[in-house]
């Protein structure tokens, strides 16, 4: 998962919008600048990375996750 993450991380220096669907946290808080958390339909809520999207990330998954 890390070299899938730093293959994202490198399309997104190269100016890729990448859209990425996953349940995994760690690829989440490795390489995503901006959350977009749909249940049964609805968006929860979106955010880009900052101290509440870590704080909700980690507590969504229990995941106290690294990265930027």
């Known amino acids: 998962m890390k070299k899938v993450a730093d ?5 997104s220096a190269m ?7 996953t349940h995994d946290p760690e690829l989440i ?3 995503c600048n901006y959350f977009v958390f ?3 339909g ?4 979106s955010d880009g990375v900052n ?18």
Request: proline share 0%; net charge positive; glycine share 8%.
């Open 7 to 11: 293959n994202l991380r490198a399309l």
């Open 15 to 21: 100016g890729k919008t990448i859209f990425i669907v």
């Open 29 to 31: 808080a490795t390489c």
């Open 38 to 40: 749909i249940d049964k």
């Open 42 to 45: 609805r968006i929860l809520w």
């Open 51 to 68: 101290s509440l999207s870590r704080k909700r990330l980690s507590a969504l998954f229990d995941f106290a996750g690294e990265g930027k």
